[in-house]
T-cell receptor, first 108, second 117 residues
Framework: GQNIDQPTEMTATEGAIVQINCTYQ??????LFWYQQHAGEAPTFLSY????GLEEKGRFSSFLSRSKGYSYLLLKELQMKDSASYLC?????????FGRGTSLIVHP | SAVISQKPSRDICQRGTSLTIQCQVD?????MFWYRQQPGQSLTLIAT?????????ESGFVIDKFPISRPNLTFSTLTVSNMSPEDSSIYLC??????????????FGPGTRLTVL
């Protein structure tokens, strides 16, 4: 089976940096995804990690440690539009299992 | 990237009826999936739609309740049968060429918001 944990809610200030953590226990591992989902919209792909280390893509970076079953999504220079739910998903074989998501609230 | 459309975008249905949701992709994809997202919850995989054969259902989901078709590589339907208020949810089609080694991204359609009265 698979178990994915991430905080339910986080708040941060516009312009700041926020780190959203995700821990997982899976029977296999074939990659970890981060998705962004605004209220009432479909999830959109942010990042994919399969090897240990940091992947940077603009204001967003994602880190993976396979030995620790741990990932984080780092958001820099926060903007109001970054207020959304952030979903961690782990692929054991072909199909990702999604965590419950972290609701990020960015305030002025 | 893949562009995915779903029809209908939303519907309000009576208990005991059935609704078929369509998913159309603008390019051929290896994998097509159907997810459910209940209010405040994350995504739950219902099944993998297999082209030309029966869908592969996840634990807790059965073909009689959620029949799925996938006649080709760009189209699939999900039917929610004999609906009850507990079926009220957002149903999302998702596609990707997962497992081919060429693309790890999984795309989601805009979703169908279903309310059962």
């Amino acid at each position: 089976g698979q178990n994915i944990d991430q905080p339910t809610e986080m708040t941060a200030t516009e312009g700041a940096i926020v780190q959203i953590n995700c821990t997982y226990q899976t029977s296999g591992f074939n990659g970890l995804f981060w998705y962004q989902q605004h209220a009432g919209e479909a999830p959109t792909f942010l990042s994919y990690n399969v090897l240990d280390g940091l992947e940077e893509k603009g204001r967003f970076s994602s880190f993976l440690s396979r030995s620790k079953g741990y990932s984080y999504l780092l958001l820099k220079e926060l903007q109001m539009k970054d207020s959304a739910s952030y979903l961690c998903a782990v692929r054991g074989s072909y199909i990702p299992t999604f965590g419950r998501g972290t609701s990020l609230i960015v305030h002025p | 990237s893949a562009v995915i459309s779903q029809k209908p975008s939303r519907d309000i249905c009576q208990r005991g009826t059935s609704l078929t949701i369509q998913c159309q992709v603008d390019s051929q994809v290896t994998m097509m999936f159907w997810y459910r997202q209940q209010p405040g919850q994350s995504l739950t995989l219902i099944a993998t739609a297999n082209q030309g054969s029966e869908a592969t259902y996840e634990s807790g989901f059965v073909i009689d309740k959620f029949p799925i078709s996938r006649p080709n590589l760009t189209f699939s339907t999900l039917t929610v049968s004999n609906m009850s208020p507990e079926d009220s949810s957002i149903y999302l089609c998702s596609v990707g060429n997962i497992g081919t080694g060429t693309d790890n991204e999984q795309f989601f359609g805009p979703g169908t918001r279903l309310t059962v009265l």
